[in-house]
């Protein structure tokens, strides 16, 4: 059950962050997985070296954290492909 509600937090993650940062229509559900799940160690990597918890379970807290995370991981992406 854990799996399945990673696999959710990370394409709800994803999704909130493709449509802020304006690139919901290149990528797909796949993408939104990943990049959910790859912004939330990001995001929880990044607050925990300021002194900040990072994820705490499935709510408004760690989807913020994971939305900043996923925002900075779109972000990078931008910048490497100019």
């Not at 990597?45 to 918890?53: A, E, H, K, M, Y």
Request: net charge positive; proline share 1%; with cysteine.
């Amino acid at each position: 059950m854990n799996f399945l509600v990673f696999i959710i937090f990370g394409a709800l993650t994803g999704w909130i962050a493709s449509v802020v940062m304006k690139t919901n229509s290149q990528q797909g559900a796949m993408m939104n997985v990943i990049i959910g799940i790859v912004g939330a160690v990001v995001g929880g990597w990044i607050l925990n070296s300021f002194g900040q918890p990072g994820l705490t379970g499935f709510n408004l807290y760690s989807i913020i954290v994971a939305v900043i995370g996923a925002c900075v991981v779109i972000w990078l992406a931008k910048a490497l492909r100019r």
